[in-house]
């Protein structure tokens, strides 16, 4: 599940407040469809929130009713509304609901006074205490369903502050032997003026030094402002990654990096398009061998990227060495298919429909017309495996090998039994 920061205003992937990314699901059709927001009970779980808060927010927002199913942890937001809005919105609320307004810290807790009509925020890190804007309609609705274990009331502030005063004060005069020694401590002594602030330093060379030296794997798990960005830009950020690394040497790419970037940005599906615009000539049946294992870690055993490839192949052979390779569409067919790059589903698949969704319909119509050898060889060879897998009859018997050939001879040669009638008597003539 991804990862955002609470506050997304801050861009430091070491910022700890994390909270996992919305997800939306819209349901029905015409006037019965609705969002259905998966994940709402981990989101506020994070916020230490109830779930029914921000979904009830999303309503007041998009002025569209909610329902909300505790029991079956189902929140719900009637119309459709994509994910992304949705998160801009659940911006809003943790900024004016959950954030402190001194320190931009989410470690607030609600003290809720439904008889004055009144909503208090108070911060765990800083102490600083505010009343929350009355003004907007979810305050309302917190006033008549108030927290009941995310948040304290005047009565559990109060005990809580008694509590920890009468700890201060115990450990202050409460020596373990009558001399007032308390023992020795384990921790060196230093004077309180030299002690160093060991906070992380949030500064951008700060970070940046960080990143550099945590490994490849770890860079994958920490969360990236890339994925806030539109296909598009991420799909410009891998294609100059990979032309980077072919800058460096193209007889040594680290697929592994290539397929860890690919899975950073969410385009592993998408990536081959960039991969064969990069590594692919109009010598493309000399080259498939080459790159074959760099492809097949974004292929194998996966259609979704085996039919983008298959719209690689038309901008190579149609638009980018049509002269080349227009010809030779069939081989280029073969060898990809001999390759194991392209299933045999994929290929059938896009032979059966003329798409401009990659070229346009007319150079997409010559490819199809190229490439229909190729095609009639595939059907040819499908129905020979068939005709070849034919059930033949199979007996199965106990005797020994030499009784049964002995039967088939006599079958074959009968051999034939001499009879008394047959024999001649030399009187008869």
């Known amino acids: 599940m991804a990862m955002v920061n609470v506050n997304r205003k801050v861009t430091d992937q070491f910022y700890r407040y994390k909270m996992p990314k919305l997800i939306a699901k819209v349901e029905g059709k015409g006037n019965g469809i609705k969002t259905v927001i998966v994940n709402m009970a981990d989101v506020a779980k994070a916020l230490a929130r109830p779930p029914a808060y921000p979904t009830k927010f999303f309503g007041c927002e998009l002025g569209a009713q909610t329902q909300i199913d505790k029991k079956n942890d189902r929140y719900i937001v009637n119309g459709s509304h994509s994910g992304d809005k949705l998160q801009e919105i659940l911006d809003t609320f943790i900024e004016k609901f959950v954030l402190c307004e001194e320190c931009d810290n989410p470690e607030t807790t609600f003290s809720v006074q439904p008889k004055k009509e009144k909503i208090t925020s108070t911060c765990s890190a800083c102490g600083h205490s505010s009343v929350i804007d009355m003004q907007h309609r979810i305050a309302t609705f917190i006033l008549k369903n108030p927290p009941v274990d995310d948040s304290a009331t005047p009565q559990k502030l109060k005990k809580l502050q008694k509590e920890k005063g009468q700890q201060d004060n115990s450990g202050d ?188 319909k007319e150079v997409s119509t010559m490819i199809h017309a190229k490439a229909q050898p190729f095609i009639d060889w595939l059907q040819t060879a499908d129905e020979e495996s068939d005709e070849d897998n034919e059930e033949v009859e199979v007996v199965y018997t106990n005797r020994s090998e030499a009784a049964v050939l002995k039967d088939v001879a006599k079958v074959t040669h009968p051999v034939q039994e001499e009879s008394d009638d047959d024999d001649l008597d030399i009187d008869d003539i």
Request: glycine share 4%; proline share 3%.
């Open 173 to 360: 005069s409460s020596p373990t032997e009558e001399s007032g020694f308390n023992g020795w401590s384990d921790e060196p002594y230093c004077e309180k003026s030299v002690i160093e602030d060991w906070g992380d330093d949030t500064s951008e060379e700060a970070v940046q030094q960080r990143m550099r030296t945590l490994g490849e794997g770890i860079k994958g798990l920490t969360y990236n402002n890339d994925l806030d960005k539109s296909v598009q830009e991420r799909f410009d950020i891998f294609f100059t990654f990979v032309k980077n690394k072919l800058v460096e040497g193209v007889d040594n790419l680290p697929d592994k990096e290539i397929l860890a970037e690919a899975e950073r940005l969410d385009l592993k599906d998408r990536a081959v398009l960039a991969l064969a615009e990069l590594l692919f000539n109009d010598k493309i049946i000399n080259q498939i061998p080459k790159y074959r294992i760099l492809f097949l870690r974004f292929m194998a055993n996966n259609h979704k990227a085996q039919k983008h490839f298959m719209g690689a192949f038309e901008i190579i052979v149609g638009q980018s060495y049509p002269e080349v390779l227009m010809p030779k569409v069939a081989h280029v067919l073969k060898a990809l298919y001999d390759n194991d790059l392209v299933d045999e589903e994929v290929i059938m698949d896009w032979a059966s429909k003329i798409s401009k969704k990659y070229v346009k």
